[in-house]
Structure formats: structure tokens, C-alpha cells
């Protein structure tokens, strides 16, 4: 933040406050950002630390971690200072630290309202994974005390800033094929039965399909068909009761769209299932795999492909993300892009409750 009048003055005359934008300023010496990763679980170790080696706007400065072997293991791996090394309870020491700009919570998803609130309150922009939270309330909650804090949010949907996404995007936008009348999104795959013991397999830590993979088929109706659903109809079945306890295995829905369009979408955890196919009134595209973390393809009724190939979809979505907060923009994909999400959530589970029931949102 600039610290004098005369600061703020000379900041204004070379355009680079982002005020404007309710974001705080940059130190202008900065060309990456230090982003630290909160819980060094899968997502964090295999995909995002790595991708973070290849990022041009950012890079690994700092870890948050429960574990201290992990911390060890890490520091060495990705000479990190010690004093970037943080836990869950001296995390909010990170307002001290100026190495880090960014912390990217990549936490069971119960516990994504709490770090992220954290974060914003000491004064960093968050990146946080999908499904945001829980609840609606929640991802509201998350929203306002980013905004009061003058800090960016934005949600881990990769998918948004994959290239042949944003073409089918674009498709939809453009009515390219016409307008959208049908589509169908399929996100799954079958997870072990230790599943159970995980914290996927508990209600209470924001398990089950819907929330893992669902919000990869919901977030592509909204997004290819450009409406908010109106109403949803859903039901639930599971092929392995003794291990889906809690959440659900497999969940089907339907949304209905202002302008007339349906979408049918299912997710499991029980399933191998990976496509997005849309239906336009002068054509049909589809992408197959439409979600995985690379290989993303497809083709359209007139013959072209969808076939650009993209090095690293979290490099791209974490550049992208610094780029926009460097810029004092908003991130491509803000934190109410995931609570629209939620939201929808919320009416899916309920109509699953009521047996089928046609919820309106
Ligand atoms: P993991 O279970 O593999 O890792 C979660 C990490 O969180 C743990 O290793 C631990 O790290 C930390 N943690 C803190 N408290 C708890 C707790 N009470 N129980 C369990 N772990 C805890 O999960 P993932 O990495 O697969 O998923 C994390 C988030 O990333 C989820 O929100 C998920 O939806 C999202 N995700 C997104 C993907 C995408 O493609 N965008 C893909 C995969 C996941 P530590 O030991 O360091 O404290």
C-alpha cells in the first residue's frame, strides 16, 4: 500500500494503483509472486508444486503443513527458508512475511472457509481449491472478507482456463452451432475403497461425488451454456453402500436454463466417466476428456478439432492469476464463480432428499 499522499500521487500518475479495482497495490519490484501452498496433500505434491516450477508469475516461496517430516522433505526439495515454513497454528504469522503474496489453500474442502478467511485477514490474496466450502453461506462469507480485506480471491477451476475450453466456451457465447438447447457432462472415476476412511468418504469434511467431481459437470453447463439454472431435479444410487456411508457414490441432476436449454450431468466416484457434449440448434461439439489434466480434445459437427495442446493447465491458471492480481484485475474465475456453484449444490442435495423433487433455484 503506498504510505504517503506523495506516493499515492506518483502511483496514480503511472496508472499502477489498483484501487480502481478494490485491490491493494504491489510492490513494484516485484515481477513473480511468492505463493505458499496450505496442506501438502496430493493436489499440492504432485501436481501444483511441480507446475509451480514452471510458472513465469509466480513461484513456490512458502509451505503450510501439520506435518513436520513434510516440512523437512519439502524445504530441501524446493529450497525453501525456513522462515516461509509455516503450521495451522502459527499461520497467521504469514501477514509478517513479504515473501508471500499468495497462499493457495488446498485443504479438505471443510476447512476452505476457515484459510481462506485467515489469509485475507492477514492481508494475501487466496487462491482456493474446488468446491470452495460446503455451504453457500460459506462461500459468501469468503467473498466479504476477501472484499474487506482488499485481497483477490479466486477458485481452482482449471478447466476455465484450458484453451479448447475456452473455445467451447466461445462457441456458446458466440452461437457459433446456433443456440444451446442439450448437453450432458460425466465426471468420474472409481475410487478405492479406502475412500471410507478418507476424508472424501465424510459428510462432515465435505466428501462425496457431487463435491469432487460434480462441480467439473455443473461448472461446464453454466459455463458452455452462459446462463444461471433456473431448476434441478437429481437422484443418487451407489454400487458399494458398505464403502459410501456417508456421501453420495454417483448423483444424476438435471438443470433446467432460463433460455430453454437442459443439461444433463452425473458424477461419481464409483465411475469412469469424462465428457462434456453439447447440442446447439445448427450443430453438436464435444470434448472427450473434457476435465483431466491434460490430453483435453474434442471435435465439432463440422469436422474441425479441438486439439491445442497446453503444457501445464496449473501453470497457465496460476499465471493467469497472478498476471490478473499483478494488474489489479479480477481473476478470471472470482470467488463467485464458485459460489454460483454452491449454490446449486445446495438445491441438487435437496432434491435428492425429496426423492427427485423439482427444486427452483
Ligand atoms: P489430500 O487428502 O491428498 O491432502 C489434503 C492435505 O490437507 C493433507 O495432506 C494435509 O496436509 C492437509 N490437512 C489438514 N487438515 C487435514 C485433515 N483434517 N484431514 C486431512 N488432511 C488435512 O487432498 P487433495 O490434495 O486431493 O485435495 C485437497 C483439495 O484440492 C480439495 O479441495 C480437492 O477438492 C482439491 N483438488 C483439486 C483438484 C483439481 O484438479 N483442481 C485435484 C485434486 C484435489 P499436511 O499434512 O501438509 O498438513
Redesign the pocket.
Given at each position: 500500500m503506498p504510505t504517503t499522499r506523495r506516493q499515492f500521487i506518483h502511483d496514480v500518475a503511472l496508472g499502477t494503483t489498483a484501487f480502481g479495482m478494490g485491490l491493494p497495490l504491489l510492490p513494484k519490484t516485484k515481477d513473480r509472486l511468492g505463493v505458499a501452498l496450505v496442506?501438502?496433500?496430493?493436489?499440492?505434491r504432485d501436481?501444483l508444486a511441480p507446475a509451480l516450477q514452471l510458472t513465469k508469475s509466480c513461484y513456490l516461496a512458502g509451505i503450510v503443513?501439520?506435518?513436520s517430516q513434510?516440512a523437512d522433505e519439502w524445504m530441501k526439495k524446493y529450497k525453501i527458508p525456513a522462515k516461509n515454513v509455516y503450521n495451522?497454528q502459527n499461520f497467521d504469522e504469514l501477514a509478517k512475511n513479504p515473501d508471500i503474496d499468495v497462499v493457495y489453500v488446498?485443504?479438505?474442502?471443510h476447512?476452505?472457509r476457515e484459510y481462506t478467511e485467515r489469509a485475507a485477514r492477514a492481508g494475501k490474496h487466496v487462491w482456493c481449491?474446488?468446491?470452495m466450502a460446503p455451504t453457500a453461506a460459506d462461500c459468501e462469507a469468503m467473498i466479504k472478507v476477501c472484499k474487506d480485506n482488499k485481497v483477490s480471491l479466486s477458485i481452482?477451476y482449471?478447466m476455465q482456463h484450458e484453451p479448447n475450453t475456452q473455445e467451447l466456451i466461445r462457441f456458446g457465447r458466440q452461437k457459433t452451432y446456433g443456440k444451446v438447447k442439450m448437453l450432458t457432462a460425466s465426471a468420474g472415476f472409481v475410487a478405492g475403497d479406502s475412500i471410507s476412511q478418507?476424508?472424501r468418504g465424510k459428510q462432515s469434511?465435505g466428501g462425496g461425488a457431487l463435491f469432487?467431481m460434480g462441480v467439473y459437470s455443473l461448472n461446464a453447463a453454466r459455463y458452455a451454456i452462459g446462463e444461471e439454472p433456473v431448476a434441478v431435479s437429481a437422484q443418487k444410487f451407489t454400487t458399494r453402500p458398505a464403502v459410501f456411508k456417508e456421501v453420495d457414490e454417483t448423483t444424476l441432476f438435471t438443470l433446467e436454463f432460463p433460455g430453454g436449454a437442459v443439461a444433463q450431468c452425473s458424477t461419481s466416484l464409483g465411475i469412469n466417466m469424462n465428457t462434456l457434449h453439447v447440442t446447439a440448434e445448427k450443430g453438436w461439439y464435444r470434448l472427450e476428456p473434457f476435465q483431466s489434466?491434460n490430453g483435453i480434445m474434442g471435435s465439432t459437427s463440422d469436422g474441425k478439432l479441438l486439439n491445442i495442446k497446453t503444457e501445464n493447465q496449473q501453470a497457465l491458471q496460476m499465471d493467469n492469476d497472478s498476471k490478473a492480481i499483478m494488474a489489479g484485475k479480477a481473476p478470471l474465475v472470482p470467488g463467485e464463480e464458485g459460489w454460483k456453484d454452491i449454490k446449486v449444490v445446495e438445491a441438487i442435495f435437496k432434491s435428492v432428499a425429496l426423492e427427485g423433487k423439482r427444486i427452483s433455484i
Open positions: 496442506g501438502l496433500g496430493y493436489y499440492s501436481l503443513t501439520g506435518n513434510k495451522y488446498v485443504l479438505p474442502n476447512l476452505h481449491e474446488k468446491p481452482g482449471r478418507a476424508w469434511m469432487d489434466y
